[in-house]
């Protein structure tokens, strides 16, 4: 389709994350003419722990991710400020570890190779509504499309432009990538770090890669202010403080809190932590961003009230893993920061809380589904336990 002698793209995506190209890549394969913007040159870095959660597969029906891995994880070995507590292993590995800039460019290549058209180094710079169609301009001109997915991730401009007031809660993450000695990397291997105790809830990891491990710490909303000198003191505990630091970087997570924070206006959706499709139990969010991607192509593919559509299946199949997350996230981390060894005790005996845990990190159950079977009793402590 043209307008003004220009053409118009069914769909213009913008951001080459893991939400924006399995989105770009679910709307190619469909036939829809699809234009992938990312500001920046790919592959790029992303400040991320890089663990996925093994469900994440399932929502890219299986995909092979072999060529990207850098092993997985089947071991959660569970520290107090960097006091060794106890080690839990799942029959089956429980995520992937992977470089973000592999890992997006991976899904990526997968986006162009089904017809999407890509182009990094390209910003969009600002949106404008006219006639039906959306006018986005970029350094290299304007573009013009009928939808636009946002992808932008939890600093991205579209939701401001586009006037969508999204998930306002934020916390930040930091990490640091370090060339680890061969005995630590052997120490962590498939095993990732927890490390807790961060009031009133956040936790410091470590997952391993080839050569290298990722060791961060997340805190919860406005309590990112020591996160640098929380993340050095960890690195001391871990004894890794004078490994070779490779990458350090710190960066927001978004989390949409109420079906009332809207992910969509018109014809334009808001994906991943664009959206604030992070939970608040781990802070992951490549599960969820590849979830509304496949929403959202889905809405753009199928839905005459593209907004609702895609709002109402947000609501229904992510909003319930989140706001589980969060009250799950509630109680542990309050029993943990108050009641440190009485936790720290059951947790490392009750082994049905770990199997629950690793059902859904394996994607077969899922936060609301465990929830729900805990006695009324014990919902009722989650729900009144508080937490920012
Ligand atoms: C330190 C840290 C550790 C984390 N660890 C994990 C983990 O181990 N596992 C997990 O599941 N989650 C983790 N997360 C969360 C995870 O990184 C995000 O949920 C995930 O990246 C969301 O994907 P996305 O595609 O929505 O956005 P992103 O991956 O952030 O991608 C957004 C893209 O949009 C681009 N962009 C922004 N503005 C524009 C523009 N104007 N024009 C064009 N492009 C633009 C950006 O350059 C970027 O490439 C972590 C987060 C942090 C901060």
Same mark, same amino acid.
């Given at each position: 389709m043209t307008r003004n002698g220009q053409p118009v793209w069914d769909a213009v995506v913008i951001g080459a994350g893991p939400a924006g190209a399995t989105a770009a890549r679910r709307l190619s394969d469909a036939g829809a003419?699809?234009?992938?913007?990312?500001?920046?040159?790919?592959?790029?870095?992303?400040?991320? @722990? @890089? @663990?996925?959660?093994?469900?994440?597969?399932?929502?890219?029906?299986?995909? =092979?991710?072999?060529?990207?891995?850098?092993?997985?994880?089947?071991?959660? =070995?569970? !520290? $107090?400020? @960097?006091?060794?507590?106890?080690?839990?292993?799942?029959?089956?590995p429980l995520a992937w +570890?992977? +470089? $973000?800039?592999?890992? =997006?460019?991976? *899904?990526?290549?997968?986006? !162009? #190779?089904?017809? #999407?058209?890509?182009?990094? #180094?390209? !910003?969009?710079?600002? /949106?404008?509504e006219l006639d039906g169609s959306y006018d986005i301009e970029t350094p290299s001109g304007a573009v013009k499309a009928r939808y636009i997915l946002a992808a932008d991730g939890a600093t991205g401009p579209t939701s401001r432009w586009l006037g969508i007031d999204a998930a306002p809660t934020r916390s930040a993450a930091y990490e640091v990538e370090v060339a680890a000695p061969t005995a630590a990397l052997e120490h962590w291997h498939q095993a990732a770090n927890v490390d807790v105790g961060y009031r009133p809830w956040g936790y410091g990891w470590v997952f391993p890669k080839d050569g290298k491990l990722s060791v961060g710490v997340v805190a919860a909303p406005r309590r990112g202010r020591s996160i640098r000198k929380q993340t050095d003191r960890y690195l001391g505990r871990l004894g890794?403080? %004078?490994? =070779?630091? /490779?990458?350090?970087?710190?960066?927001? /997570?978004?989390?949409?809190?109420?079906? *009332? %924070?809207?992910?969509? #206006?018109?014809?334009? *959706?808001? *994906?991943g932590d664009a959206a604030g499709l992070a939970d608040e139990f781990t802070a992951e969010g490549i599960a969820y961003a590849v979830h509304s991607a496949n929403l959202a192509a889905q809405a753009v593919l199928t839905a005459d009230d593209l907004a609702g559509a895609y709002t109402r299946s947000v609501?229904?199949?992510?909003?319930?893993?989140?706001?589980?997350?969060?009250?799950?996230?509630?109680?542990?981390?309050?029993?943990?920061?108050?009641?440190?060894w009485l936790a720290l005790t059951a947790s490392k005996h009750v082994n049905y809380l770990w199997r629950a845990f690793f059902r859904v990190m394996r994607g077969e159950s899922t936060y609301e589904d465990e929830l729900s079977v805990l006695p009324f009793n014990a919902r009722l402590a989650c729900a009144l336990s508080g937490g920012a």
């Open positions: 003419s699809t234009l992938l913007l990312e500001k920046r040159l790919l592959p790029r870095y992303k400040a991320c @722990g @890089g @663990g996925v959660p093994a469900r994440t597969l399932q929502l890219l029906d299986d995909l =092979d991710i072999s060529l990207v891995s850098e092993g997985c994880v089947d071991t959660i =070995d569970v !520290s $107090r400020f @960097g006091s060794h507590q106890f080690r839990k292993t799942s029959a089956r +570890m992977v +470089m $973000r800039d592999r890992f =997006d460019q991976f *899904l990526t290549d997968l986006a !162009s #190779a089904s017809g #999407a058209t890509v182009r990094d #180094a390209t !910003s969009v710079q600002s /949106i404008s890794l403080e %004078e490994a =070779d630091v /490779i990458n350090v970087q710190g960066h927001p /997570i978004r989390y949409r809190r109420s079906i *009332l %924070e809207p992910v969509a #206006a018109e014809r334009a *959706l808001l *994906l609501n229904r199949e992510i909003q319930p893993e989140l706001d589980a997350a969060r009250t799950i996230s509630r109680l542990y981390y309050w029993c943990v920061t108050t009641w440190p």
